[in-house]
């Protein structure tokens, strides 16, 4: 384990579902991250948390919404997607300094 | 301007021989560049980084060269293992923010 965790590791969802996706760390990290992994593209920054403070979100359709309500725990939360946001979603943290950035083994979106 | 272009997208050597993956940039504001390994089902965790004032750094049998005229670095694997086989990522960052490239596969045969 890398000491960020990620939950669930797998789900599939239909169009109109609501789901959220779930990120812990406890490495005493302050920054947070979810990218985007699909295949045969690089990795996608999506948001991007400071000491809880959302500090970049990368023109990300609002059917993502993230949440972050401390330094260890960042959410997902998904809404009426769509069949092309099938993929692998990673969380990462980061200890000051660019060294740091821990990810977690991510979670496997397929929408139905 | 941010980003980053890795080639191969996939490379297949034998046991003990050297692959070689390519990356360049072109924002001159990045200030470190990881590489990063990603075996199938986890994260992908960070294996050597190198800043633009060196021009190589080794880690085992890892090495990145780093030619900041060029604006290019690249990884070697020495003696390659099949237990290599990974998918690769080379990123560059500023203000502490990755880009990454888009990925090697390296298989390496038995």
Redesign the interface.
Same mark, same amino acid.
């Given at each position: 384990e %890398?000491g960020?965790t990620q939950t669930p590791r797998h789900l599939v969802m239909g169009m109109t579902n609501k789901k959220s996706l779930k990120c812990e760390q406890h490495l005493g990290h302050n920054?947070m991250y979810w990218y985007k992994q699909s295949a045969?593209? =690089?990795?996608e920054?999506m948001f991007?948390y400071n000491f809880k403070e959302q500090t970049?979100n990368n023109s990300v359709p609002s059917r993502f919404s993230p949440e972050c309500p401390n330094s260890s725990h960042l959410f997902l939360h998904l809404h009426t997607l769509q069949p092309e946001d099938s993929a692998l979603y990673?969380c990462?943290s980061?200890a000051p300094? =660019?060294?740091g950035? %821990?990810?977690?083994?991510?979670t496997r979106l397929t929408v139905v | 301007q941010q980003q980053?272009k890795q080639s191969p997208?996939s490379l297949i050597v034998q046991k003990g021989g050297i692959p070689i993956i390519n990356c360049a940039y072109e924002n001159t504001a990045f200030d470190?560049f990881?590489w990063?390994q990603q075996f199938p089902?986890?994260?992908?965790?960070?294996l050597i980084?190198i800043r633009p004032d060196v021009s190589e750094k080794k880690e085992g049998r890892f090495t990145i060269s780093f030619n900041k005229s060029a604006k290019q670095f690249s990884l070697h694997i020495m003696d390659s293992q099949p237990g290599d086989s990974a998918t690769y990522?080379c990123a560059a960052?500023r203000v502490?923010?990755?880009?990454?490239?888009?990925?090697t596969i390296l298989t390496v045969h038995p």
């Open positions: %890398t960020v920054a045969k593209k =690089p990795l920054l991007v970049e990673l990462a980061r300094g =660019p060294y950035y %821990t990810f977690g083994s991510g | 980053v997208q470190y990881p990063y089902g986890k994260g992908p965790a960070l980084a990522f960052s502490e923010e990755l880009t990454f490239g888009q990925g």
